[in-house]
């Protein structure tokens, strides 16, 4: 009895499919689930790209056919995301992208916990930054860029900040952003390396970008002195006028 249930435990222990078919099926999932992640943060930026402050939302009731790429539901989303949380929802899409981009690569996401918390935190500081710009006319909601959750934490930051230092919105703004940006990265899960990369990259450009602006600044400047020089040139060539007189041996030139 006591091999026989041994027996039976090690067969009840072993795992039904080989071990390389345990990880392929591991990876194809991952796979999979990072499309998801990426099909999802696709269809909420262009649910975002397409909004219509006249389509039917929560707070919106009319009979109009949305004008939303992703209709009712996308319209719905926008609206409710917009007015809530303004540009800075753009942070959580670009997180969601992340994550299906990092799924597909299969690099490991880590302390999902601590990277939530980044997310959260970033999506407060860039609202508040988003909400320390003035609006434009155009802007079709009431809210500002930053959203409802964007124009309370200004001005509750501010509030707060006036008791220790005197403080513009524009600080405080930039400020947010600051810190945004800086949770953004925890909440990716970027590495030492990609944030060498990354930062190597910028470089790159700003490095590109400054010798095509000094380049288009020379040859700007050589049109400009083209044409003073042939100016000069045709100045130069340019007789002097000449008086006529009469000596009584015919008319004759001085100059």
Same mark, same amino acid.
């Given at each position: 009895?006591?091999? *026989?249930?041994?027996?039976?435990?090690?067969?009840?222990?072993?795992?039904?499919?080989p071990p390389g078919v345990?990880?392929?099926?591991?990876?194809? =999932?991952?796979? %999979?689930?990072?499309?998801?992640?990426?099909?999802?943060?696709?269809? *909420?930026?262009?649910? @975002?790209?397409?909004?219509?402050?006249?389509? #039917?939302?929560?707070?919106?009731?009319?009979?109009?056919?949305?004008?939303?790429?992703?209709? +009712?539901?996308?319209?719905?989303?926008?609206?409710?995301?917009?007015?809530?949380?303004?540009?800075?929802?753009?942070?959580?899409?670009?997180?969601?992208?992340?994550? &299906?981009? !990092? /799924? %597909?690569?299969?690099?490991?996401?880590?302390?999902?916990? /601590?990277?939530? @918390? =980044?997310?959260? #935190?970033?999506?407060?500081? $860039?609202?508040?930054?988003?909400?320390?710009?003035?609006? $434009?006319?155009?802007?079709?909601?009431?809210?500002?860029?930053? &959203?409802?959750?964007?124009?309370?934490?200004? %001005?509750?930051? !501010?509030?707060?900040?006036?008791?220790?230092?005197?403080?513009?919105?524009?600080?405080?703004?930039? +400020?947010?952003?600051?810190?945004?940006?800086?949770f953004f990265v925890g +909440? &990716?899960?970027?590495?030492? *390396?990609?944030?060498?990369?990354? #930062?190597?990259?910028?470089?790159?450009?700003?490095?590109?970008?400054?010798?095509?602006?000094?380049?288009?600044?020379?040859?700007?400047?050589? $049109?400009?002195?083209?044409?003073?020089?042939?100016?000069?040139?045709? %100045?130069?060539?340019?007789?002097?006028?000449?008086? *006529?007189?009469?000596?009584? $041996?015919?008319?004759?030139?001085?100059?």
């Open positions: 009895n006591t091999k *026989m249930a041994t027996k039976s435990k090690n067969l009840s222990s072993q795992p039904v499919f345990n990880k392929f099926i591991k990876r194809r =999932c991952l796979e %999979l689930l990072g499309l998801i992640f990426l099909s999802l943060s696709g269809a *909420m930026l262009l649910a @975002l790209i397409s909004f219509d402050p006249r389509d #039917a939302s929560l707070n919106t009731v009319n009979s109009f056919e949305p004008r939303n790429t992703l209709g +009712a539901f996308g319209a719905t989303f926008a609206d409710l995301a917009l007015q809530t949380l303004g540009l800075s929802i753009l942070i959580f899409t670009f997180t969601v992208a992340i994550f &299906g981009w !990092k /799924l %597909l690569r299969h690099i490991s996401l880590s302390r999902i916990w /601590l990277r939530l @918390l =980044c997310l959260i #935190a970033s999506i407060i500081a $860039f609202s508040i930054g988003a909400a320390s710009i003035p609006k $434009f006319d155009n802007w079709p909601l009431v809210t500002g860029y930053g &959203g409802a959750v964007g124009d309370f934490s200004l %001005l509750r930051s !501010k509030e707060f900040l006036a008791t220790y230092i005197e403080i513009n919105s524009g600080l405080v703004g930039a +400020a947010g952003f600051l810190m945004g940006f800086a +909440a &990716g899960g970027a590495t030492a *390396m990609e944030l060498r990369t990354l #930062a190597s990259n910028i470089g790159r450009y700003f490095k590109w970008a400054g010798k095509s602006l000094l380049f288009i600044y020379r040859t700007l400047l050589k $049109f400009k002195a083209h044409p003073t020089r042939q100016r000069d040139q045709n %100045l130069s060539e340019r007789r002097e006028p000449s008086l *006529m007189i009469d000596d009584g $041996f015919g008319p004759s030139h001085i100059s």
